[in-house]
């Protein structure tokens, strides 16, 4: 230590002069010294306030600079001396040094800002305002045949990527071309995966997923899948991963996507849908969730029904029925989901017996395969009449829908099961579903759903208990007076923040529970009467209409 101690004090003298081979002595020394004990020479080089002194020594023209970046990058390694580094003025003149033709000036530079900004979000946006991506991605383009500054740069682009406001300087650069060459020049698994893990944060972004497209990502990631698909080798189960899931990632966006599909006669589509019969269930999940992306759109849907992909996926879906993997089981339900989305495709999915393939795995206790069943079987009957009826009259189906409406835990499996038992009603119209429903105790449930904090499932409720009311209101006259329907009903009319549809459909419900006798006598008992006539001034011209005939209805049997 104390020929650290000498050296810094040498340091301090020389370096306001130019006597360079002294400076590089003494620069020799703190390195040494450094790498003995880094902790320990970094507390001294800040004791004895050197740091200061570093700044004038990052000139662009001496030969001292590498040693000064290399001293900077090691120092920063310890946390407690990053903000000492920044309080020092040390990132100005290193970023200055990101234009040096000097290689060694580059790679130490980079490394002694990587360092100092290491885990640190708000020093990273710094670096971005002052400017550091387009010089980063130059030097990428430029020196790409220097292994470690290229590493140098793809450690600092993974570090900056997770930044969201890096994306836009990054879209405005060649990034998504020069990635995409370096991945191709690469053999190694490692040098590989260092690449994926900068285009993974990258390709969240939509407008360089259609760079990363129109640059051959995806020909280079269907290769990475074809040389590594029945690769038993941890790295290669690793690559086939991570060239699968970039290439989901990138089907996320619209225009990437859409791109990709190419009218559903692009190479890469017909790629994809090969993955589907794959016997690797990563390339089976993959290949399902490249399907749930394509079909965002009515037009992708429809051409993809047409040609054949519902079988494809219901024979995947059989395949993993018993124990099945439930990451594949998730997809595939999200891809027929998405599918059954187009009017014209709901009959058609129907007659290729999605809706019996589905049922299958009704007793999975897994919540996402769960929401997804749930969602699927929705989309298919919406319109649908003879399906809603077959379904609703499904005693199992039914009672299984009541069972997870008390999924407290899990709220999106609690709200569509409530959605789908409301929309067999809707859509069926039939005393037959209705009186299943009744029977499986689901109409607490659809009176809860009144209370949604959702508009649109409190309108799915109140237009399916309104059809129960209708349709058999004998039998569900006990749940309607357990589930205190008509006082939900009040609550509804009198609160201002109910939206006119709510409100006309809470009226036309008071008229139809008016024939059972307890509840027409608890309608009497909360006065009505008094809600209903406020509302005839009401700004809506349906609603006011529907409050007179509600009002004339009350006052002739109260």
């Known amino acids: 230590m104390d020929n650290l101690s000498n050296a810094l004090e040498k340091l301090k003298l020389t370096s306001t002069d130019n006597a360079t081979d002294s400076v590089e002595s003494c620069l020799d020394c703190l390195l040494k010294a450094l790498a003995n004990n880094n902790t320990e020479a970094s507390v001294k080089i800040q004791e004895m306030g050197v740091l200061p002194l570093l700044p004038t020594l990052l000139s662009p023209q001496s030969s001292c600079t590498p040693k000064v ?6 120092m920063a390694k310890n946390e407690f001396m990053r ?29 002694a800002l990587g360092n100092i900004c290491y885990d640190s979000h708000s020093l990273q946006a710094q670096l971005i305002n002052m400017g550091v991506i387009p010089t980063l991605v130059k030097l990428l383009g430029i020196h790409s045949h220097n292994t470690a500054l290229t590493e140098m740069c793809l450690i600092a682009f993974g570090n900056l990527a997770e930044l969201e406001s890096s994306k836009e300087q990054f879209a405005s650069t060649n990034i998504a071309e020069e990635l995409v060459r370096l991945f191709q020049k690469q053999s190694e698994h490692e040098k590989k995966e260092m690449i994926f893990e900068v285009l993974a944060p990258l390709a969240e972004n939509d407008v360089i997923k259609l760079q990363l497209v129109e640059a051959g990502l995806v020909e280079c990631l269907l290769e990475v899948v074809a040389q590594t698909v029945d690769g038993e080798r941890e790295e290669d189960i690793a690559q086939l991963k991570t060239a699968s899931d970039l290439m989901v990632l990138l089907l996320l966006g619209d225009e990437s996507m859409q791109k990709l599909f190419e009218g559903g006669k692009g190479s890469v589509f017909q790629r994809v849908l090969s993955w589907i019969p794959s016997h690797n269930h990563q390339l089976q999940l993959a290949g399902a969730l490249a399907i749930a992306n394509f079909a965002r759109n009515d037009g992708n ?7 054949g992909i519902v079988q494809k996926l219901l024979e995947l879906l059989d395949r993993h029925v018993e124990e099945g993997n439930v990451t594949v089981q998730h997809a595939a339900l999200s891809a027929l989901r998405n599918l059954a989305i187009p009017v014209v495709n709901k009959s058609k999915m129907l007659s290729a017996g999605v809706a019996d393939v589905v049922l299958k795995f009704l007793q999975s206790e897994m919540p996402p395969v769960q929401f997804k069943l749930l969602g699927t079987l929705r989309m298919l009957i919406d319109t649908q009449a003879e399906a809603a009826n077959q379904l609703g009259t499904n005693g199992k189906l039914v009672e299984r829908l009541v069972e997870w409406c008390e999924a407290k835990d899990h709220a999106g499996v609690m709200g569509e099961s409530n959605r789908l038992l409301s929309a067999l009603i809707r859509h069926s119209k039939s005393k037959e579903v209705v009186r299943t429903v009744i029977q499986g105790g689901g109409v607490k449930h659809l009176v809860t759903m009144a209370t949604s904090e959702h508009m649109i499932m409190q309108n799915e409720a109140l237009v399916a208990l309104g059809l129960i009311a209708a349709l058999d209101l004998v039998a569900a006259e006990k749940d309607f007076v357990g589930a205190n329907l008509v006082s939900v009903l009040h609550k509804l009319l009198s609160d201002e923040r109910s939206a006119p549809e709510i409100k006309y459909n809470s009226m036309i419900l008071i008229c139809a529970v008016m024939g059972s006798e307890p509840l027409h006598k608890e309608v009497q008992s909360l006065a009505f009467i008094d809600v209903v006539s406020k509302l005839r001034a ?15 209805r009350l006052t002739a049997q109260s």
């Open 69 to 74: 970046a290399n001293i900077i990058a090691e």
């Open 83 to 111: 903000s000492p580094c920044v309080g020092a003025g040390l990132i100005p003149p290193l970023i200055q040094l990101l234009n040096s033709a000097n290689q060694e000036v580059l790679l130490q530079t980079g490394r």
């Open 301 to 307: 849907c429809i051409h993809m029904v047409d040609t």
């Open 538 to 552: 009401h700004e809506n011209k349906t609603v006011s209409h529907q409050a007179s005939l509600t009002e004339q």
